[in-house]
């Protein structure tokens, strides 16, 4: 029978790896973002409105790898994986200002908030609680 005190024992020996990973992911994204992004096959790769969908959700992917990754709690946890993960979508829309066949959008700014903010909250509802 699994009891409450084995199943957290079962959980905190897999915080460090899943935080290991969470932070892998949080540096992955964003290059590739960048350099994917930056790619002539990625000029009009997601039709609209479903590249509005795919904002959301990889800004919800990576808001949650930051806040997991960085082992915060609170509100510190959703201002570090908002904070984060929306500057990356801020730089993003820059970059692509600058790429042939690309433009930068407010519409593709507020997917990435959406799904910034989804992903802040599902950080802090993971995070790990004060002992």
Known sequence: MVTTNS???ALARWRRPL????ALLAVALPLGLFV???QPVAVGLVPAPWDKLLH???FAVLAAAMGYASGLRGGRVLLLAFGGAL???LVDEWHQLHLPGRSAGWDDLAAD???AGLGAGLARLVAP???
């Open 129 to 131: 609680r004060q002992p």
């Open 113 to 115: 908030a959406v799904g």
């Open 87 to 89: 500057a990356v979508g």
């Open 19 to 22: 935080r290991l990973a969470a």
């Open 56 to 58: 959301a959700l990889v």
């Open 7 to 9: 199943l957290r024992g």
């Open 36 to 38: 994917g992004g930056a």
